[in-house]
């Protein structure tokens, strides 16, 4: 089964706000991260954070994990159209070489 | 930020053909690269990892004969897919990793379509 795993579909209203939640198993992982994927392109990196943190916050973005149910979201503040796009949550499975491996991803929708 | 450019963007080849697709770090030097491949509506799968001057490491379930990975220089891998069938359609995508980070910056991917 999947190492990392996120519920497949959000939709959301412009302007609201959108939480996207990621599940995973190595309790060793060291970096998590978020990444974005619009259609046709490849992942753009959009955050990451340390697995000593508990949350990390950049512009409209806000990370929050919690290690102990190995568990990890994204909100996105002020959600805009421009913000459908699918999402990956990733966790690093080796420390020597940084593999990633990545959930399923989360297909986010934004209505107006 | 880092930029990794993929090419080509598309690919369309025919059964039996080989295709190869190039990854290359413009402004920095990768000692790793990595390749993914996404079907449709799934997850990204790591293929292999490749490592400068040494022979790429695949997944399991990965066939190493029919994906070939070559990391000839640091800012170079190239990813060739042999005999290529129609189940090998599919988006590729690669990442490379700046010596000393922990930031793995990803290409644009290529779709590959075997008729």
């Known amino acids: 089964g999947e190492d990392v795993e996120q519920s497949l579909f959000l939709s959301v209203r412009e302007g609201d706000s959108s939480v996207i939640n990621c599940t995973y198993t190595d309790s060793s992982s060291t970096y998590l991260y978020w990444y974005k994927q619009e259609p046709g392109a490849g992942l753009q990196l959009l955050t990451y954070i340390f697995s000593n943190m508990d949350m990390k916050q950049d512009q409209r973005l806000t990370v929050l994990l919690n290690k102990k149910d190995k568990h990890l979201s994204l909100r996105i503040a002020d959600t805009q159209t421009g913000d459908s796009a699918i999402y990956f949550c990733a966790e690093i499975i080796s420390s020597n070489d940084y593999k990633l491996s990545f959930g399923a991803g989360t297909t986010v929708t934004v209505r107006a | 930020g880092a930029v990794v450019s993929q090419h080509p963007s598309r690919v369309i080849c025919k059964s039996g053909t080989s295709v190869k697709i190039e990854c290359r770090s413009l402004?920095?030097?990768?000692?790793?690269m990595f390749w993914y491949r996404q079907f449709p509506k799934q997850s990204l799968m790591l293929m292999a990892t490749?490592?400068?001057?040494?022979?790429?490491?695949?997944e399991q379930g990965v066939e190493k004969d029919k994906f070939l990975i070559n990391h000839a220089s640091l800012t170079l891998s190239t990813l060739t897919v042999t005999s290529a069938h129609p189940e090998d359609s599919s988006f590729y995508i690669c990442?490379?990793?700046?010596?000393?980070?922990?930031?793995?910056?990803f290409g644009q991917g290529t779709r590959l379509t075997v008729v």
């Open positions: 402004d920095f030097q990768a000692t790793t």
């Open positions: 490749s490592n400068e001057g040494s022979k790429a490491t695949y």
């Open positions: 990442s490379a990793l700046p010596r000393g980070n922990t930031e793995a910056f």
